[in-house]
């Protein structure tokens, strides 16, 4: 039989070396995840102490990442199932998601793209001196 864990439990691991969240009345240790997460560990820590059911949902998690929680499943929650079927959102556009994406989502972008532009920046210098010589 699983454990039971209530809200104080869950209040107690909300770091990033000892994380739990609540999805749809179940608890997962998602501590050794945090890294991994494609959104960043932050908006993971950002749902903790709490139940992150809404927070799971609004997001629109693929049916691999929903079955990947299982490996993370520790017991249930005491306050059961906080989005019954009914009041589960739907996921959002590209377009919702990309205006409400976290801070640390567009610094990471913006690390990504700045040495691209740079790169496209040194090129074009290169071929314009090059066209100069001929």
């Given at each position: 039989?699983?454990?039971?864990?209530?809200?104080?439990?869950?209040?107690?691991?909300?770091?990033?070396?000892?994380?739990?969240?609540?999805?749809?009345?179940?608890?997962?240790?998602?501590?050794?995840?945090?890294?991994?997460?494609?959104?960043?560990?932050?908006?993971?820590?950002?749902?903790?102490?709490?139940?992150?059911?809404q927070d799971?949902?609004?997001?629109?998690?693929?049916?691999?990442?929903?079955?990947?929680?299982?490996?993370?499943?520790?017991?249930?929650?005491?306050?059961?199932?906080?989005?019954?079927?009914?009041?589960?959102?739907?996921?959002?556009?590209?377009?919702?998601?990309?205006?409400?994406?976290?801070?640390?989502?567009?610094?990471?972008?913006?690390?990504?793209?700045?040495?691209?532009?740079?790169?496209?920046?040194?090129?074009?210098?290169?071929?314009?001196?090059?066209?100069?010589?001929?």
């Open positions: 039989m699983a454990k039971t864990y209530a809200l104080a439990d869950i209040k107690q691991h909300t770091k990033d070396k000892d994380c739990w969240i609540v999805v749809h009345g179940k608890v997962y240790d998602v501590t050794a995840f945090l890294e991994e997460h494609p959104g960043g560990y932050d908006i993971i820590l950002s749902s903790t102490g709490k139940d992150a059911t799971f949902e609004e997001i629109g998690h693929s049916n691999s990442a929903k079955k990947l929680l299982d490996k993370y499943y520790i017991g249930e929650y005491e306050g059961g199932d906080s989005a019954p079927p009914a009041a589960k959102v739907p996921p959002k556009s590209a377009n919702a998601a990309a205006r409400e994406a976290p801070k640390g989502a567009a610094t990471r972008a913006f690390h990504v793209v700045l040495p691209l532009l740079i790169l496209l920046a040194a090129l074009a210098i290169n071929f314009y001196y090059a066209s100069l010589k001929k």
